[in-house]
């Protein structure tokens, strides 16, 4: 079985893979971490000393070694799937795609005091999450295979993955 988990910033990906982990047996594995423990410095570190760009690089490779299980739910970055080339590569691996799909103004709750996201460090962050939530949604919407509403806690989303998976 090979997963991915993508979805908006804040869509609890990284908290419900984790969670799914701990109830069966499945390898969680997590794409930022992936690129954090290979340059040996955080997202945020990543962008300013070598810009976005670099990142999204990082962020295929990782994508594509990750991919190599052949049993692995994998934790995607909020911009993974955005980029076409990466569903790309997720399709033709055979994985399939879940969309944990949370409403704007969770997200907004969520995130509102996030320190560590690059993207969010701005005057404006309300605006600018609103604006890239709306432009990302439907993308995610297409390039996934299964649309999970994951407004709820991670426990109960976790189940119905879990489920859903028969794992
Ligand atoms: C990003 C989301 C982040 C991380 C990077 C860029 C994005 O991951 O990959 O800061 O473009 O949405 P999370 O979705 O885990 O926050």
Redo the contacts with the bound molecule.
Sequence with gaps: MKIVLC?????G??SIGAMVQKKTNVNFC???TY?VEKYKLS??KI?EKYG?DF?RKA?TDALIELLKSDDVLI??????V?NPINSKIIKESGAKIIFLDVPLAAIQERLKNDK?????QREDREDFIEK?YNQ?KPIYENASDIVIPAGAPVKVVAKKIIKLLRI
């Excluded at 979805?7 to 869509?11: E, K, Q, V």
């Design positions: 979805g908006f910033m804040g869509c990906k990284s997590e794409i930022d690129v997202i945020s962008f976005e990142f962020e934790g995607s970055g909020g911009g993974t955005i560590k996201r690059p993207l969010l890239l990302r």
